[in-house]
């Protein structure tokens, strides 16, 4: 199937309903893009910067946050000057651990940035690496199951429960999910579904693990979009323009829809349906390309 307007609605319908499941956006569109002989370089592209209408429905679903994060933010940094200034002969962890719990703003979005640092330098060291050697149908196939292993064993550590709202994740907590996102540099590992594993290992309630990752997607893939979008550019024509522009509204559009029912869907249940599902569908993978 050649890329267009149709093809557009596909992936932007694949995007929207898997980037924020833990089930592999990636592995997805992998897959589907080799069902309908959608590959090579285009398709990588594509497949990288359709996640734009995937952010955008992050930030729209979740801007009165946004705001009020970085409106407290901003205000808190001037605190923490205030308290450097007056610090004296206090030891700089005692300043810190003070600050942490009187300037939560703050060090929540720090712990974000430094959340998004170890993906980005593994990212930046292998990609290349990872594009040529990895972005196929059996790598896509053991990773799904292998992930879905790993969130079996992990929800039934759910007694580790320490923490139960989102700004109560320090930088401590932020490193070891920002650690754990490296496992989706793997296709079919899936972004989402490491990033709350990750959360979960760290003491996050189910709800809590969710929404940080919904918060980290948006410094890692905007800028590993806008970096993709800026190195391909001149691979696009304007027609591959329009039909980029129609996938990024379609994956908005179903992305909003899948991050309000997710959020409602874990406070109640475990993530032991998406397991299974990977599991079923990568031994499906598996058998079809063997």
Same mark, same amino acid.
């Given at each position: 199937m050649n890329w267009g307007p149709e093809l557009a609605i596909i992936l932007g319908i694949i995007e929207g309903l898997t980037e924020f499941l833990p089930v592999s956006s990636t592995g997805h569109l992998i897959l589907v893009g080799h069902a309908l002989g959608f590959t090579g370089d285009i398709a990588s592209n594509v497949e990288i910067s359709i996640q734009l209408g995937s952010i955008l429905a992050i930030i729209a679903y979740e801007r009165t946050k946004l705001a009020s994060l970085a409106s407290h933010a901003f205000r808190e940094q001037r605190d923490f000057r205030s308290l450097v200034a007056a610090r004296g002969t206090a030891p700089w962890t005692t300043l810190i651990q003070q600050s942490i #719990? +009187?300037?939560?703003?703050?060090? &929540?979005?720090?712990?974000?940035?430094?959340? &998004?640092?170890?993906?980005?330098?593994?990212? &930046?060291?292998?990609?290349?690496?990872?594009?040529?050697?990895?972005?196929?149908? !059996?790598?896509?196939?053991?990773? *799904?199951?292998?992930?879905?292993?790993?969130?079996?064993?992990?929800?039934?550590? #759910?007694? =580790?429960? =320490?923490?139960?709202?989102?700004?109560?994740? !320090?930088?401590?907590?932020?490193?070891?999910?920002?650690? %754990?996102?490296?496992?989706?540099?793997?296709?079919?590992?899936?972004?989402?579904?490491?990033?709350?594993?990750?959360?979960?290992? +760290?003491? *996050?309630?189910? =709800?809590?693990a969710t929404e940080y990752s919904f918060f980290l997607a948006l410094p890692t893939m905007i800028i590993a979009t806008i970096y #993709?979008?800026?190195?391909?550019?001149?691979? &696009?024509?304007?027609?591959?323009?329009? %039909?980029?522009?129609?996938?990024l509204v379609v994956s908005f559009a179903v992305a909003w829809a899948v991050i309000a029912a997710f959020l409602t869907y874990v406070q109640r249940h475990s993530l032991s349906v998406f397991a299974y599902y990977r599991m079923v569908l990568g031994v499906i993978v598996l058998l079809v390309v063997r």
């Open positions: #719990q +009187a300037q939560p703003n703050l060090w &929540f979005v720090i712990g974000l940035g430094l959340a &998004f640092l170890p993906a980005a330098l593994v990212g &930046f060291l292998a990609h290349k690496s990872i594009k040529t050697y990895l972005f196929s149908p !059996t790598t896509v196939a053991i990773s *799904l199951i292998v992930g879905g292993i790993i969130i079996l064993v992990v929800e039934r550590m #759910q007694d =580790r429960v =320490r923490v139960k709202e989102l700004l109560q994740v !320090t930088p401590r907590l932020a490193i070891w999910v920002g650690i %754990a996102q490296c496992a989706s540099l793997i296709p079919g590992m899936s972004r989402s579904g490491s990033t709350i594993v990750g959360g979960l290992l +760290a003491g *996050l309630d189910r =709800r809590v #993709q979008m800026l190195k391909s550019q001149a691979a &696009f024509s304007q027609d591959d323009y329009v %039909a980029l522009g129609i996938g």
